[in-house]
């Protein structure tokens, strides 16, 4: 089973134009891919591939070989993966949700870059990656296995993390309780049959700043350097939103670990 395991980390000055120019790579390369895949019907990876290489030989692109290849190429595989998606969504052949068109990718959305065995290293605490430099994160815990990928992470409060792949095993946890009962709802969490309560974390005053924050948005104006800051804020704010809730759930499930016998949203 693959799990993946991030770490954060603060890259230093010099690090960060790297690391941009790589994301702006990257960023170049899907949205070169896409442009010529809506523009005629969807050539597959290889195509693409040997496009992105002879792009990296005209004058326009030849700054592509600043930067590692294998994060150019994991970019057209995801591509190439989000294709596939949508194309069977359409057809009916995938599960779920139905899958939207693949969209452009904006310098001000997430970025992303992803490495394979043969771009990145790690020696004790330090994390290399190629033509970028030596990376130390902030080991929080340790890595089970030794990871098949490795992706550096920038976030839309231009935080940045290491997010690494793994194989493990599953681990069956032994139930504190063979069955229970448990009703979810809304301002409580979780009550169980045995009439333990679970409290959700409080969201209501950096929900209330995200509301203010996009009402202030919405007024100013587009590209300005006051309206990036705003979004920058509110970017922080659900930050703070999702790491409150990806701290809680995994707290809920080991403290009330059991098969549950029903469920049910009120």
């Known amino acids: ?147 098949s990928s490795v992706t550096v992470i920038k976030d839309c409060a231009n935080r940045y993390f290491l997010s690494f792949v793994v194989e493990i095993e599953p681990t069956n946890i032994e139930a504190k309780n063979p069955s229970i009962g448990i009703d979810l709802g809304l301002k409580t969490f979780a009550v169980m049959s045995d009439g333990t309560q679970a409290e959700s974390p409080d969201y209501s005053k950096p929900d209330r700043r995200i509301r203010k924050l996009q009402r202030k948005l919405a007024r100013q104006q587009k590209g300005s350097k006051r309206r990036n800051k705003t979004r920058l804020r509110m970017a922080k704010l659900h930050n703070q939103i999702a790491d409150t809730r990806s701290d809680f759930l995994p707290t809920f499930r080991t403290s009330n670990c059991s098969t549950p016998s029903s469920t049910r949203r009120g």
């Open 1 to 147: 089973m693959k799990a993946r395991y991030k770490y954060r980390f603060y890259p230093t000055d010099r690090q960060r134009v790297s690391l941009a120019q790589l994301f702006g790579c990257v960023r170049v390369a899907w949205n070169d891919a896409l442009a010529s895949s809506k523009s005629d019907k969807y050539p597959g990876y290889k195509a693409l591939s040997k496009a992105l290489t002879q792009s990296k030989k005209t004058e326009e692109r030849r700054w592509l070989n600043d930067v590692s290849s294998v994060p150019l190429q994991q970019s057209l595989k995801q591509l190439d993966a989000a294709f596939k998606n949508f194309f069977n969504s359409l057809k009916g052949k995938r599960k779920g949700k139905k899958v939207g068109q693949t969209r452009f990718k904006k310098k001000t959305n997430r970025q992303a870059a992803t490495f394979t065995k043969t771009a990145f290293s790690i020696k004790g605490d330090v994390v290399y990656l190629a033509k970028i430099g030596d990376f130390k994160p902030i080991w929080s815990r340790k890595l089970p296995a030794s990871p």
